[in-house]
């Protein structure tokens, strides 16, 4: 009866102490906390945002709450979603003729951002490399509910207004539009320009030529601006079993010690 009576509270004890030693060992990762991740996830998006040349992108030109800010565009809009600046025909500078036609398929969704850990939506390809002068159909084909967009950005002005390709699809709907790529070696973004969904990992790159460098945060072809930290749900399998066994094991001790 006396044993128990002490070896109650010290089993206590050892279940409180016992997952923080085993977390203690990689230390950086257990003052992730909880409160700290959504304050990374917030960094995050402000310092992906910088490092992009989000500036030179028009947005602060572009309306995207009316008809008003889209004059000019050409545009095809309806209850599934639009084609803006759709191009089949007139070359690009530094285009003599359309040097090769390429098709992309591209499929949206929460589906796509599995094999990505920390991103929620994502793309069947995140990376479309093509020859300049070339002429790219994209089909895309949004897969989630909600709406997602296929922007292009940086493309000649004279061309494709404000620089930009872009398709919408509603949710579960299919969109597909027409440019013809630039002469030159060059990156150009594509991304979905929802609220936050390029940061969570709707980022892509489309790559003429040898491109201009690879762009940041782009799943599965270069690194994220920062990196988030996950653990693996089967190491707190491993912390709560072994506390378990040290848990038996000094209670057996203690008996012993009791009884001797
Ligand atoms: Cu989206």
């Known amino acids: 009866m006396k044993a128990t009576g002490v070896a109650l509270p010290i089993l206590a004890l050892l279940a409180v102490a016992l997952p923080g030693a085993g977390l203690a060992e990689d230390s950086p990762a257990a ?14 998006s402000q310092m992906d945002h910088s490092q992009m040349d989000h500036g030179q992108m028009d947005h602060s030109q572009m309306d995207h709450s009316g008809h008003g800010g889209h004059a000019g565009h050409e545009m095809s809009f309806d209850a599934a979603g639009m084609v803006m600046n759709t191009n089949r025909d007139r070359l690009p500078p530094g285009c003599p003729k359309v040097s090769r036609d390429y098709d992309f398929e591209v499929r949206a969704g929460t589906a796509y951002a599995k094999a990505f850990p920390g991103d929620v939506f994502g793309m069947s390809q995140h990376e479309f490399r093509v020859v300049p002068c070339s002429r790219v159909t994209f089909t895309f084909i949004n897969e989630d509910a909600i709406r997602h967009q296929f922007m292009i950005h940086n493309l000649p002005r004279n061309l494709y207004p404000q620089g930009m390709f872009h398709l919408e699809a509603a949710g579960g709907a299919t969109k597909t539009g027409t440019l013809i790529v630039p002469g030159g070696d060059k990156t150009y973004l594509v991304h979905c320009d929802i609220a936050q969904h390029m940061e ?39 912390v709560a079993g072994g506390s378990f066994l040290l848990t038996l094991l000094g209670i057996r001790w203690w008996s012993q010690r009791r009884l001797s």
């Open 31 to 44: 003052a992730d906390t909880g409160a700290q991740r959504r304050d990374e996830a917030m960094d995050h």
């Open 200 to 238: 969570q990992g709707m980022k892509g790159q489309l790559v003429a030529g040898r491109g201009s460098g690879d762009l940041s945060s782009i799943p599965g072809v270069s690194a994220r601006f920062r990196e988030d930290l996950y653990r693996d749900p089967r190491q707190w399998l491993w």
